[in-house]
């Protein structure tokens, strides 16, 4: 079953359903790899140096070890929880949104859809800076699937 879009953005809705249909035949913890790779390439475009923020150093760690069967769903909640607190404070719209990117993209260890929201986040920064150039919007789905194809 597809999942539904969460945000208002504009977007190729092709290539989205393209997408979610791959997502949809990945297990949770390659999507959650997979996430965590999208939430650190939208950080970087948004000009965001996420190794040097405790709360997204420590949430993409326990998603990490969620992986591994060595974190709980509460653990990883609570980790993107401070990142979504961070994107709250921050006055930017763009570096906000990266930071919801990458909130989701940790909270996928506790729901796997959340991976989808964070492709999604990830296409409202690159709204935000291309003033919704759909052919920008188009070549970050394109990478968002092909990036999720390298995963077996």
């Known amino acids: 079953m597809p999942t539904r879009l969460k945000l208002k953005i504009s977007d190729n ?5 393209e997408l979610d249909k791959l997502y949809e035949n990945k297990n ?3 999507v959650a790899k997979w996430s965590l790779q999208l939430a650190k390439h939208i950080l970087r475009i948004a000009e965001i140096d996420y190794s040097l923020i ?6 993409f760690n326990v998603n990490e ?16 929880f401070k990142i979504h607190k961070l ?8 570096k906000k949104t990266a930071l ?12 796997k859809e959340h991976a ?26 394109e990478w968002q699937i092909n990036e999720l194809k390298r995963f077996t």
């Open 28 to 30: 949770h913890k390659d």
């Open 87 to 94: 994107a709250r404070q921050c006055e930017s719209l763009i």
């Open 65 to 80: 070890l969620w992986q591994k069967e060595k974190a709980g769903i509460c653990e990883i909640r609570e980790a993107g």
């Open 116 to 141: 989808m929201i964070a492709s999604d986040y990830a296409i409202k920064v690159i709204g935000l800076i291309s003033s919704n150039n759909t052919d920008a919007i188009t070549l970050e789905r």
């Open 13 to 17: 809705n092709q290539l989205r359903a």
């Open 100 to 111: 919801r990117a990458a909130g989701q993209a940790v909270a996928s260890g506790h729901m």
């Open 54 to 59: 405790k709360e997204i150093v420590d949430g």
